[in-house]
């Protein structure tokens, strides 16, 4: 399953991405985690060193390497240069998933405790005043286009601030996205503009509360946000503790705000995955990106990437029928 953590900055989506990665790593699920927020804080909440964090390869930096796998022999690809982030799999392009042994994850990826992390790295100096940060996102935005994982497997990404992820498409990727609210009236304004940009998308929010501390703070958020609310998580000494340096085993989180994972990883194993729809709206905003200004830039009409006889659902299900009898 593929699981985003949005919500304003500050309202805890990059301590409550680590703790769920923290959880589900507990049950032994294969856990795969992408730092695509801007601040880069994932892989030390998830128990990184900071020497490690900045040790990490960058995504965004490595583009072509990541083109240039993910590719493979599809004929519709002439050339690595033409791949874009919105580029949609086709027959011979390389499909992967958490649990195989795959090359770009070897590279990029780092593990601890039990979760591999993923990042697409700071801005560089080169990039000030020169670029926005969705062109380092959009290396992950390529990379869950050609990503089949199953649905014991789980991919988790701490998405931008904000309402920021609608500036790609990025944000259509997910099996389910956790939308994190403090109760706080700034925090439910980007909870409305999140739900009112996702609207016309086939996008399934749950609203997590955050940093609860009273009955009051609950029914503040069950007023404002309605059956939206799924669970909510209670201030915690055992983040604070973490926050400071002081990491604890797992088993130390209280649980109140363990009841709260359980709740949410029941959530996501209930949505189905609809293989259909992700291709479709990958292939619609590769559309919308070569009108708009792919073609123009890479000089040629890049919508013919686009392979109008492959099903990326039938795919998935020859691949599974072939698993089942083997």
């Known amino acids: 399953m593929k699981v985003a953590f949005v919500g304003k900055g500050g309202s805890g989506k990059t301590t409550l991405s680590a703790l769920f990665c923290h959880y589900l790593a507990s049950l032994l699920c294969p856990v795969l985690a992408f730092d695509a927020d801007i601040n880069q804080h994932l892989g030390e909440a998830l128990g990184l060193s900071e020497e490690e964090v900045r040790c990490l390869p ?140 996702a609207r016309d998308y086939a996008v399934k929010i749950a609203v997590i509360g955050n940093k609860i501390e009273c009955s009051e703070d609950i029914a503040f958020l069950q007023d404002r946000v309605g059956d939206d609310l799924l669970t909510w998580v209670e201030q915690s000494r055992f983040v604070r503790a973490a926050e400071k340096g002081c990491r604890e085993p797992f088993a130390c989180l209280e649980p109140i705000n363990v009841n709260a994972l359980v709740t949410m990883k029941q959530a996501i194993d209930q949505c189905e995955q609809n293989w259909a729809q992700f291709y479709q709206d990958t292939v619609g905003f590769h559309r919308k990106n070569a009108v708009s200004w792919l073609n123009t830039a890479l000089g040629e009409d890049v919508s013919m990437q686009i392979d109008p006889d492959f099903s990326l659902a039938a795919w998935i299900g020859k691949q599974t029928k072939q698993t089942n009898l083997s």
């Not at 240039?68 to 519709?76: F, H």
């Not at 649990?99 to 405790?113: C, D, I, K, M, W």
Request: glycine fraction near 10%.
């Open 58 to 197: 960058a995504l965004g930096l490595e583009m072509e390497r990541i083109k240039d796998y993910l590719r493979g022999t599809n004929p519709r690809l002439a050339k690595t240069a033409l791949m874009a982030k919105t580029t949609p799999p086709g027959y011979g392009s390389r499909l992967w998933s958490v649990r195989e042994g795959n090359p770009l994850v070897s590279h990029f990826g780092r593990s601890v405790r039990g979760v591999t992390v993923l990042a697409t790295g700071p801005f560089q100096e080169e990039d000030l005043g020169l670029k926005c940060y969705h062109s380092k996102v959009g290396a992950i935005e390529l990379l869950l286009n050609h990503c089949v994982e199953g649905p014991d497997e789980y991919v988790i990404v701490d998405m931008t601030a904000g309402a920021d992820s609608f500036a790609s498409g990025l944000f259509v990727k997910f099996d389910l996205t956790f939308l994190i609210v403090e109760p706080t009236k700034k925090s439910l304004d980007v909870y409305q503009q999140y739900t009112r940009y």
